[in-house]
């Protein structure tokens, strides 16, 4: 069975900061494209970055242009985790975030919402 689990969400300060993980199981992590989303209450879910796989595709990572700098994506193969290292955090980053799997390349999910498979995702709150 297919599934992602997103973990390391919590309350930090303006500043701080904080990795998400992603564990994937019942897929194969290097066949697909791998997102990390956002959503606060009454906005629309945001794409935050966003990795390619290498096998099939370019391996190519994304990032929108508001954490640009600050976050990095990050795979552990042997692991079979995605990894969101999220610097410099920002109140406006308070979320929850989710994980999502694709078979497509960044290239053209990343931006969208229409992914295979989803996580339940995990909250982060940035707040002094």
């Known amino acids: 069975q297919e599934q992602l689990v997103e973990s390391g969400g919590g309350l930090v300060q303006p500043g701080d900061s904080l990795r998400l993980s992603c564990a994937v199981s019942g897929l194969t992590l290097d066949y697909y494209s791998i997102a990390w989303l956002r959503q606060v209450p009454g906005k629309e879910r945001e794409g935050v970055s966003c990795?390619?796989?290498?096998?099939?595709?370019?391996?190519?990572?994304y990032y929108a242009d508001s954490v640009k700098g600050r976050f990095t994506i990050f795979r552990d193969l042997a692991k079979n985790t995605v990894y969101l290292q999220m610097s410099s955090l920002k109140p406006e980053d308070t979320a929850v975030y989710y994980c999502?799997?694709?078979?497509?390349?960044?290239?053209?999910?990343?931006?969208?919402?229409?992914?295979?498979?989803w996580g339940q995702g995990t909250q982060v709150n940035v707040s002094s």
């Open positions: 999502a799997a694709d078979e497509y390349s960044c290239s053209v999910v990343f931006g969208g919402n229409e992914y295979d498979y």
């Open positions: 990795i390619s796989s290498f096998s099939g595709s370019d391996g190519r990572s």
